[in-house]
């Protein structure tokens, strides 16, 4: 639960409201990103979740739900208010991700890398997930700036 509520929590408290459609869009294109991603992994038994929130819900609503999108938002606030490199430190925080927290997630059991799925596998779909919102929260606020004028 803590993992669905508290990253939440954290970016009510944190989001730069000045910007608060191109933040929330990001986090927004991370989430489904990684939930689409997580329910295939799922599906073909990669990377199996033993613990669910609510059993009515979709498989990948464990960390893929908030604290991913939640993390890599506050990345992505933090980088462009501050002019830091973005894919930089996304590869930072993919690393502490996959190779962090995945690893917990495995050693408390509350998942399973099957088929030859592993922490780098995690980590390299981590930096893709975060590019690819990054690449089309540039492209969405462009073409915003386009038609604005």
């Known amino acids: 639960m803590a993992l669905m509520v508290l990253p939440l929590v954290i ?21 489904i990103l990684w939930t689409y991603a997580d ?3 799922e599906r073909y038994s990669y990377f199996v979740h033993t613990h669910f929130l609510f059993p009515m819900f979709p498989y990948a609503l464990n960390m893929t739900a908030s ?11 933090y980088c462009t208010n501050h002019k830091k490199s973005f894919l930089l ?17 495995e050693r408390v059991g509350m998942v399973h890398f099957k088929k030859g799925m592993n ?22 606020k462009r073409m915003s700036e ?4």
């Open 11 to 31: 970016v009510y408290l944190s989001v730069d409201r000045t910007r608060i459609f191109e933040n929330f869009f990001f986090g927004y294109t991370v989430h």
């Open 39 to 41: 329910s295939f992994l």
């Open 67 to 77: 604290a991913l999108p939640v993390g890599f938002l506050l990345i992505y606030q």
């Open 89 to 105: 430190y996304t590869i930072l925080a993919s690393a502490v991700f996959a190779f962090g927290f995945a690893t917990l997630e």
């Open 119 to 140: 922490q780098f596998y995690i980590f390299l779909i981590d930096i893709s997930i975060a590019y690819a919102a990054y690449f089309l929260t540039m492209f969405v």
């Open 146 to 149: 386009n038609i604005k004028g």
